[in-house]
């Protein structure tokens, strides 16, 4: 990265020995609650929804209006997971080969997407709300991660975002100028804050360029970037031009994910978006006390936990509004069936990540040609609280 500082790491390793990576024990935590967030946005909230996959995949035989107050707002896990996301990858791309970081990438995202998928596609087809053919289709782009069709789940958008933060991190890699991340950055920083003000401030026609917004980073790319520089900062310590574009990066979150109020009104999603925001910060700068402070059987865990978010993610929407569907025809109570399904995706979740190590484990030896090394690792050396994808 830009620049070198002989600033001592905020965290000493060598007390934790037995931590491979060293975890940041908050952000698994912060990713358990977006994405249990979102859960509750698609079963309290969009399940009432026409034309979104709850409703239809729950054949819109129910409804939880008293739980939509609060549950509307589930959607602001995803910029949440974007947030991580930019905090993780700087540090595990920071020391990667190109085909190492690949290999890793491709380590962690594709085992859970390949079990999830087909889970997914069964569900659709016992439901009867589509075809075999189109289903298939779905079922292809999901599992090749190809972002240009529609998929399995409409959660798997967030994919291609993610994807595409990994390609410009890659490309930087093969032409050995990573040193150049820093500088991507601001840029990143400056383009989509600028453009997320501008769209908060009601000047639509900027919006051009339609799905590309998304995949060019655009419209997100000031949330990764806020992680990045956050990553930066706790790594090498506060600068001024860090300092400033830090600002700049908030001010795109804000704009992207809460309303433009006029005076000093405040939104529900401001509030929510700045006790994140607080909380992130709090607990990467607290994260050696907090690591003091546990044993390692908690801290891993919470690291399990943090793991299951992204499984989580995948399975819950289309899969658990079935779920409801299935068990409300049954002559459930919706409450009692709401809690079933809840539970049953848990269980479920927990079922997919004890698979994953074994599909995982399979696939390692087909990637040691890429990454250069015999044992390749979905989890680079660096925090432990990886990414996880996920969008209401």
Sequence with gaps: MAGKNTRPSAIDDRQFADQKPVQVIGLDILRLIAALSVVIYHYADQISVAGSDAHKFSLGVTAYPELAGFAQFGWMGVPAFFVISGFVISFSASTATPGSFVAARILRLAPAVWICAPISAICILLSGQNGLMSVL???????????????????????????????TVFVLLCIGRFSLFSRYIYVIVAVSTGYNVLMSLGFDQINVLGKWTKFLLIAHGCEFALGAIAYRIYSDGFKTHRTLFLTIALVGTYAQTT???????????????????????????ANGRLLLATTSVSRRLVREVGKATYPLYLIHQVVG?????????????????????????FLLTAVITRLEPKLRDRIRPLLAGISGRRNVSSQPAGPSSDVVSGHA
């Design 137 to 167: 289709g779905r079922l292809f782009n999901s599992m090749a991660f190809f972002p240009f069709g529609s998929q399995i789940d409409g959660v798997y958008w967030t994919l291609s975002i993610e994807v595409s933060f990994y390609f």
């Design 321 to 345: 509004a079935y779920f409801i569907y299935l068990l409300i025809t049954a002559g459930l109570d919706r409450y009692a069936a709401l809690l079933a399904t809840l539970f049953a995706i």
């Design 259 to 285: 309303p433009f109020l006029p005076g000093l009104d405040l939104s529900a999603q401001t509030i929510i978006w700045t006790v994140f925001l607080l909380v992130f910060f709090a607990t990467i700068a």
